[in-house]
């Protein structure tokens, strides 16, 4: 008690330390019967992406990195810890970083402790209508790539990294840290609100009860914690929204080369089918991975396939036309024989699909529901919204997981404003900025991938030549097209 | 012109970016697209034996010739061949394969690609098949018409080879569909198949064909509106795609059964319809020249009664 009265730059409100002082001189006549809950100046409930880069973000900053902070994680984080894969083999769940979120982690310092060989920056990306065949290709083209140290970084799009090479790098920069009260392997049992005792009273900060018996009390709960986030649910925010009915399949593939521009130039492939866009992001040396979001009927049949009816399965999804897609969904098996037959008469460009997939790396096959979910609102007393608790969007456009890294930027940006101006950092009041700044532009970006999965959606009708049109127009328009890959990037906004 | 080629291969050379850029495009001018207009000296290579790839021009003016002649005179086989496969792309050849490629069935006909010719059917056999299946009533049929499956032309002029079997395979089964149906080859016959054919199928063709109603008798015009289009539009808008019918398979089976899969029901017989008309035209003919004869007969008795009372006065 005496140490949080003493430490600099606790904020512990007068009325308290008036009441604390007063028992201090009694003489600590009271029992300690009563456990006074652990308090925080931040407790995280989470240790995802979103989570540990918050918590690496204040400890790093020395504005902030006196804030007494704790993470709770429902799993066993020395799992993450220790990850390792050989260079050969790759986790089926990978996102893609965008620069900006990568200049955020260099600037918490927790890029280089990612494995990089394992981080496949990707220069080149190409989207087609699988109905009519209409195609959009994106790279930094010479004269028009944002500023850069150096010119191939230059023309990078983005980087295909895995989930947990992440996580891991954050974890060992959080490690090299420091000053965590880190309490893994711990669920939350309950989230209430702090007791009033003789000395303080925490009847309106969160108190949250852990598996383990442990109860911490925050000035700030920050909810890092997924989709079902019991921190929202605690707050009382409600994420509206819709499923799409679909889910994303992914695999780790390997394929016939390093791709067509070789190992330097590396090239993102995405076909809108009528059931959903189909996805191949490429890792390092000959191998990729796959995000194919589906119906759950066809998602359940391409994970009860054979290896290498799945590897034609894949293959087929970038070459063959939408009829033959469907019917080669309702066999059981044999579709390797099929794709054969239909590739001899199916007229395309080798060039412009990816290379063939030749494997898939045993045990990568999974899938994940699609959905749509938006909290009304990412603050409220004491408690902030980070990442997927925030927002879940549809991973067409690659976007969720930089958006997580974008809002937890701006927050950590918020507790560094609150903090240099004396603000108490987990009221309301500290905490707007945040909202303001984040949550107009999440919005825009979950419509936007909303409507482009509606749009891609229809197989007939009019809707068909018109998105075709309009591709091939935004393909031709040069200045809209950077404008889009700027925004998908990141990149702050220029006008002139 | 040397000198400036090899200051840009130097220039490209230096960028490695645009090398990329300079190999897709060598790679682009080796494999480049089929022109869409050409003239008759730089007409594309086939994509089959028997292509012969034609120009928008040439196109345009093959609609409306091959159209206006077989409209004027159906004997021209050839006419019609022409005139469906020119009108056959775009959209409508690539919707029948789209057809035949969501059928099992369909899928099987691509892979094995039968073709129905005079030699490939064997007639013998198809006689001695029991009354009431598919093989013997097209054999009776066949021989009703005294026609024969003759080898149809060969489809020219369709750019991708896969549609161009499709094409060829509705074009060889078209006698199937009359047995299925049971209508005659006479021209009242032939346009309410088309209709069926075109409700079925969506073939322009077949579409463009129901105009040839229009150079029917007034009788047959009459009946083609009021009991043939109706029946060609309501079934061939319910029944399954004909175009998927593996018929060599299908030879051995009760004909009823096979309409009934199909959702098809027989029209009326248009030829004892036909046969009845005839007779009753006949019937009333010869009343009407047995009664001209008998007012002749009594006006040439009358004449000849006034001619002999003038010669008996005179």
Same mark, same amino acid.
């Given at each position: 008690m005496d140490a949080l009265v003493r430490s600099r730059g606790a904020y512990v409100c007068r009325s308290c330390t008036r009441s604390l002082r007063r028992q201090w001189l009694r003489g600590h006549s009271y029992s300690t019967a009563a456990t006074t809950p652990d308090i925080y100046d931040v407790v995280c409930v989470g240790g995802g992406p979103a989570g540990l880069s918050l918590l690496t973000a204040l400890r790093a900053n020395p504005v902030t990195s006196h804030l007494r902070v704790a993470l709770v994680e429902a799993q066993d984080l020395a799992k993450v810890r220790s990850w390792t894969l050989p260079p050969d083999r790759f986790s089926n769940r990978c996102s893609s970083l965008t620069p900006a979120s990568v200049r955020f982690l260099e600037s918490i310092g927790a890029w280089n402790h990612l494995a990089r060989d394992r981080v496949q920056p990707y220069h080149e990306m190409q989207v087609w209508d699988?109905?009519?065949?209409a195609r959009i290709e994106f790279d930094w083209g010479l004269g028009s790539a944002p500023p850069a140290r150096h010119a191939v970084e230059g023309t990078t799009i983005a980087y295909m990294n895995e989930n947990l090479n992440l996580t891991s790098g954050l974890l060992k920069r959080l490690d090299e840290l420091g000053g965590v009260a880190v309490f893994d392997g711990a669920k939350v049992e309950a989230i209430t609100y702090g007791p009033e005792t003789e000395e303080l009273d925490l009847r309106q900060w969160p108190l949250v009860h852990l598996s383990s018996g442990n109860q911490l009390c925050a000035r700030l709960l920050v909810g890092a914690d997924g989709a079902n986030s019991p921190v929202r649910s605690f707050a009382g925010i409600s994420a509206p929204g819709w499923d799409y009915d679909r889910h994303g399949v992914v695999a780790t593939l390997e394929m016939e080369g390093d791709g067509w521009r070789g190992d330097q130039i590396k090239i993102a492939y995405q076909r809108f089918l009528p059931t959903g866009p189909v996805a191949m992001l490429p890792m390092p040396g000959r191998f990729s991975t796959l995000v194919w979001s589906t119906t759950p009927a066809n998602a359940a049949v391409l994970k009860s396939l054979s290896r290498k009816d799945f590897v034609a399965m894949v293959n087929a999804a970038f070459r063959l036309s939408p009829v033959d897609l469907a019917y080669m969904h309702t066999q059981e098996a044999g579709q390797a024989d099929e794709y054969s037959w239909r590739i001899q008469h199916t007229p395309h460009d080798p060039r412009a699909v990816p290379q063939e997939v030749v494997a898939v790396q045993e045990g990568t096959v999974a899938s994940f529901p699609l959905r749509l979910r938006h909290a009304d609102?990412?603050?409220a007393e004491r408690v902030a919204l980070v990442g997927d608790a925030a927002h879940t969007v549809h991973p067409l456009a690659g976007q969720g997981l930089n958006q997580g890294q974008g809002d937890v930027q701006s927050l950590a940006k918020t507790i560094e404003y609150a903090v240099t101006h004396g603000q108490d950092i987990g009221v309301t009041m500290s905490l707007e900025p945040y909202l303001s700044e984040r949550y107009a532009a999440n919005h825009v970006l979950l419509g936007v991938c909303d409507k482009l999965h509606k749009l891609y959606s229809a197989s007939s009708g009019p809707l068909v030549p018109l998105r075709s049109v309009g591709l091939s127009a935004v393909n031709a328009l040069t200045p809209l097209k950077s404008f889009l890959m700027n925004r998908a990037a990141g990149n702050p906004l220029k006008l002139f | 012109m040397e000198v400036t080629l090899k200051r840009t291969a130097a220039l490209v050379a230096r960028n490695p970016l645009q090398q990329h850029a300079a190999a897709a495009l060598a790679a682009a001018q080796h494999q480049r697209r089929r022109p869409f207009s050409f003239s008759s000296l730089t007409r594309p290579p086939p994509n089959y034996p028997g292509h012969v790839p034609l120009s928008p021009v040439e196109r345009a003016a093959l609609v409306v010739g091959a159209g206006l002649g077989s409209l004027f005179n159906p004997y021209r086989g050839d006419l019609i061949a022409i005139f469906s496969e020119v009108t056959a792309t775009p959209y409508f050849i690539y919707r029948l394969r789209d057809a035949m490629l969501a059928s099992p069935t369909g899928r099987r006909i691509l892979r094995d690609r039968p073709r129905i010719t005079s030699t490939s059917l064997n007639l013998p056999r198809l006689r001695s098949? %029991?009354?009431?299946t598919v093989g013997r009533t097209y054999v009776a049929w066949l021989d009703r018409e005294g026609?024969? %499956?003759?080898?149809?032309a060969p489809v020219r002029h369709v750019d991708d080879e896969e549609c161009a079997y499709v094409l060829q395979r509705y074009r060889e089964c078209h006698d199937f569909y009359h047995a299925l149906t049971g209508l005659p080859v006479v021209r009242e016959g032939e346009v309410a198949l088309k209709a069926f054919e075109f409700a079925n199928t969506l073939l322009p063709m077949t579409g463009l064909s129901v105009f040839a109603a229009a150079t029917l008798k007034p009788s047959e015009r009459r009946r083609f509106r009021e009991i043939y289009l109706p029946w060609a539009l309501r079934n061939g808008l319910r029944a399954k795609e004909v175009i998927n019918v593996y018929w060599e398979e299908q030879l051995e089976r009760n004909v009823e059964d096979l309409r009934r899969e199909l959702g098809v029901e027989p029209p009326p017989d248009l030829r004892d319809i036909r046969k009845r008309e005839r007779e009753e035209r006949r019937k009333k003919k010869e009343a009407e020249a047995a009664a001209a004869a008998a007012a002749a007969a009594a006006a040439s008795t009358a004449s000849a009664a006034e001619a002999a009372a003038a010669a008996g006065s005179v």
């Open positions: 699988g109905v009519t065949g609102t990412y603050i | 098949l %029991p009354e009431g026609v024969s %499956p003759d080898t149809r």
